[in-house]
């Protein structure tokens, strides 16, 4: 089976071929950088930093580019509320959002191309769609795209053009020849960011942008563009008619898009103010629940936030953590040791099977508790040795396809390690004299702390949550 993409554009899922062999370009859009970013950017983050990471483990050579923007209406504004400069302001949020992409294990892309660093291309494509006549310079001194010159706009979305006129109208300050069309670039206003231009001093509009950075970062034809499902349209739909009024090429071959993060019921957004930031979220939880939330459902659906879904993500961690305590024996043959290869060995081509249904992570997260379930049947039989290590190994594999650290607090990394050190003696001391009550007060009073006891021929080794 070869890997199969839901395309947005078709509303089908299509076998994926690139447009070079062996090579994927993949453009996803980043945030609009002028408050702290919340969970929601941390769940299409990830989702995409997994599309990478199958497509790489698969033998691709990946070009990922995820732009910031910069410079738009509402960092302008937000600096003004703070009496900042407004690029000040983007700059110190869009480092911040760097850092917590790190901490989330999100590998870094090939480029991040900025508003701010892609003005003269962002011209020279603006140019271009006014020498085709798709689009024109307004007595305001903004430039519009002529949406209704572009036989195709509408077929991301889905949406009729004569539709979307009811409703339309034009504000005052505007300029426009038709209602539906769409600035590419804006006359300069007092107290704005602004750049020189054929058509006077401005900024760029928010479509151009994205267009414009995909151009010059990639190509005039892309493999993946990728993005949340609430930018389908107007933003995604205007990136095409643009880029393809430009170079007369069908755009991207594959539109994915990521479902909305929801709490209480409701998509989380700055807007509405019902929002989680990634510090917030960082500060009480691992990064690997981030991503089992996001990994356990369909990246298109929409991922419900709450204590019930943190509580059973919790809960599988610890299932997969589970898998990597040592063993307790030294068997390395049998009929246990050849059921555990046999698992091991077709894992592999399992995942794949899985992945490769439009990146399907919640049946590949079932491959991956098969092996544990495995591995722990395998333990509790008296399994070690290098059967043993290979299918620890084979399950740590499959899980950094998925950007999963797993990595368990040791004793190395608790002030704590002495005191449950001490802990465990006192508790194999009641438990040789049979004093089972105390001996069980002592690790349910452990447990409650987040301390796992785990006995064993070898003794009582202990791991904690986190």
Known sequence: MALAIYNTLSRQTEPFTPLVADHVSMYVCGPTVYSDAHIGHAMSAVVF??????????????????????????????????????????????????????????????????????????????????????????????????????????????????????GARIAPDEAKDDPLDFALWKAAKPGEPAWESPWGQGRPGW???????????????????????DLIFPHHENEIAQTESLTGKNFAQVWM??????LAGEKMSKSLGNLITIDQFLSEHSADIMRLMVLSGSYR????????????????L??????????????????VVDTLNTIVAKAPADFRSAMDSDFNSAAALAVLFDLVRSINAARDAGVGGEPFDAAQA????????????????????TDAAPFIELLIELRAELRK?????????????????????EDGPSGTTWTTKG
């Open 257 to 262: 898009h990521n479902g909305m993060l929801q």
């Open 318 to 335: 610890e299932r997969i953590m589970s898998a990597f305590k040592p063993a307790h024996g030294t068997t390395t043959s049998g009929a």
């Open 207 to 229: 479509h151009i942008e994205c267009s414009a950075m995909s151009l010059h970062e990639l190509a005039e034809q892309i493999d993946i563009h990728g993005g949340g499902n």
């Open 433 to 453: 004299a049979k004093q089972w009550a105390l001996s069980d007060l002592v690790r349910n009073r452990l447990s409650e702390l987040d301390v796992q006891l």
């Open 394 to 413: 084979r399950l740590r594999e499959l899980a950094a396809v998925l950007g999963l650290r797993l990595e368990a607090t040791s004793a190395s990394k």
């Open 49 to 166: 930093d997994v599309v990478r990471r199958y497509l790489e483990w698969s033998g691709y050579t990946v070009r990922h580019v995820m732009n910031f923007t910069d410079v738009d209406d509402k960092i302008i504004r937000r600096a003004n509320e703070q009496g900042r400069d407004p690029m000040e302001l983007a700059e110190s949020y869009t480092l911040a959002f760097l850092d917590q992409l790190g901490q989330l294990n999100v590998l870094p892309a090939t480029a991040y191309p900025r508003v701010s660093t892609t003005i003269p291309q962002i011209i020279q494509f603006i140019e271009g769609l006014i020498a085709k006549d798709a689009a024109y310079h307004a007595s305001n001194g903004d430039v519009y795209f002529r949406v209704r010159g572009d036989e195709d706009y509408g077929k991301l979305s889905r949406r009729a053009v004569d539709d979307m006129r009811s």
């Open 301 to 316: 659906a929409p991922l419900v936030y709450n204590d019930e879904v943190l509580a059973d993500t919790e809960r599988k």
